[in-house]
């Protein structure tokens, strides 16, 4: 039994400090890029953001009556975007000793088989979405298993909380065990009963997920891209280039195609909306043709070094000549934290390993505006803006005592940040909102989301 939350005024107004983003700070100067207000008041109705500037400005052009939680130091920003992760994974994170292929084999193939029940799946699935609330993200590219059951776990959950999500059946016919495979015609039969089901359903959507170009035949994957045309709006999510084994491997496996993207080029599985996770062996070819064909990369940094796949070239990707879309993904369970704070902790490392300054408004854009604009959902999420959907969180720069006398040093919202990405996790994560509603209070009697 999960406490439920008070429930939130359809109309109510926040207050404290705010962060969110006018232009991309990869493209413009970081600082001027961030849009800081020291006290801020973010008016909300009906789940949107009708209102957002300094609170002296606005104070007087409230509503009467509008209820107003004062954050105090707290600092509030868009809700966090996570662009790749595995919730049937999330009971197998932290899983000893390999790298990817047989990482694959040893763990993730024996945890996914269990989904074939309705009623695991259920469980995992609420208590991953509500680990992300508790980590303040408030959206995510989501991989599923095979089973369809599993999708409907998730997004049933999803529906429940309100939370706008990209999720989709895995689809897998070959180099995977028999309990985890489909084929062609079934997997892309049950994918549209799920699109029918779920696709643009409230907030939740629909994304084509072949696993990666090893567990799908051609023909599965040209359906795939059949699959892709047949409603509007569809995302496809699958991974490219990870570890150097696995290249090799896609090499023999596809040795017509001029590269590991091409193999999904071909099926036409590349365009606006394909989220292609890692990219961390990827050549200067690879990265202009998914600027040409607006596809996103997925910089998933805790995941890469947890199993040594390598280091991705984050400041190549989004060169301001051809830039590639990109956001973060946790991509738990080869990612060791759900948090976005922790994921940026190890980005930042990961670009400074190829001799790069990850600074913090890139930092943190990567991980709101950058992952809502990898999706093409930055109209809707990603930002505190006026017509944007209320989905923030509400961040705590004293969380530990470690990082109370740390942020007393600060001189500058920079630097605050800062030592919230290095230091920070889910309990610098104050309170999440989705759509509005409070779903997570850390401090709440009950500490757990709605
Ligand atoms: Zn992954």
């Known amino acids: 039994m999960i406490p439920s939350l008070p429930p939130t005024p359809a109309r109510h107004a926040l207050r404290g400090r705010a962060v969110t983003f006018g232009a991309n700070p990869f493209m413009a100067d970081p600082a001027q890029a961030l849009v800081y207000e020291a006290d801020a008041l973010i008016l909300i109705e009906d789940g949107r953001i009708t209102q957002f500037g300094a609170f002296d400005a606005l104070r007087d052009t409230l509503p009467p009556d509008t209820p107003i939680t004062h954050w105090g130091d707290g600092i509030i920003s868009a809700g966090f975007v996570d662009t790749h992760v595995h919730y049937p994974q999330l009971p197998m994170i932290a899983a000893y000793g390999e790298q990817l292929l ?7 193939f024996p945890t996914e088989a269990r989904y074939a029940d309705p009623d695991y799946a259920s469980d995992v699935a609420r208590r991953f979405l509500r680990e992300l609330l508790r980590a303040g993200t408030t959206s995510a590219a989501v991989y599923c298993t095979v089973h369809p059951q599993s ?12 939370t706008r999500m990209v999720a989709g059946k895995v689809l897998m016919d070959r180099n995977a065990p028999a309990n985890l495979r489909d084929t062609p015609q079934r997997g892309y039969d049950e994918s549209l009963a799920l699109i029918d089901r779920w696709h643009q359903h409230g907030r939740q959507l629909y994304a084509v997920t072949p696993r990666f170009a090893a567990t799908s035949t051609e023909e599965q994957l040209d359906l795939a891209g059949s699959l892709l045309r047949q409603r509007e709006g569809l995302f496809m999510q699958t991974h490219l280039s990870e570890n150097l084994a696995e290249v090799e491997w896609i090499s023999h496996l596809f040795p017509n195609r001029a590269s590991y993207l091409d193999v999904y080029a071909h099926a036409g599985l590349v365009g606006p909306r394909s989220v292609l996770g890692h990219g961390v062996h990827i050549d200067e070819g690879t990265f202009h043709t998914c600027h040409a064909a607006g596809c996103a990369l997925a910089h998933c940094p805790t995941s890469n070094l947890f199993l040594g796949s390598g280091a991705f070239r984050l400041f190549d990707a989004l060169d301001p000549r051809r830039p590639v879309r990109v956001g973060l993904g946790t991509d738990v369970g080869a990612g060791t934290s759900l948090s976005q704070l922790q994921t940026l902790n190890e980005a930042y490392k990961v670009a400074q390993s190829t001799g790069r300054r990850l600074h913090p408004a890139q930092a943190f854009w990567l991980a709101t505006a950058g992952g809502a604009h990898a999706l093409y959902l930055d109209d809707r999420i990603g930002t505190i803006s006026p017509g944007m959907e209320a989905d923030l969180c509400v961040l705590d720069p004293h969380a530990t005592p470690l990082m109370a006398q740390r942020a007393e040093q600060c001189q500058t919202i920079e630097d605050l940040l800062f030592v919230l990405m290095m230091l920070g996790d889910d309990r610098s994560v104050r ?20």
Do not use: C, I, K, M
């Open 431 to 450: 309170a999440t909102y989705v759509a509005g509603a409070l779903v997570h209070d850390r401090d709440a009697p009950a500490g757990q989301p709605a």
């Open 102 to 108: 047989e990482w694959l084999e040893r763990y993730t």
């Open 151 to 162: 999708v409907d776990a998730f997004f049933t959950e999803s529906a429940r909380l309100n």
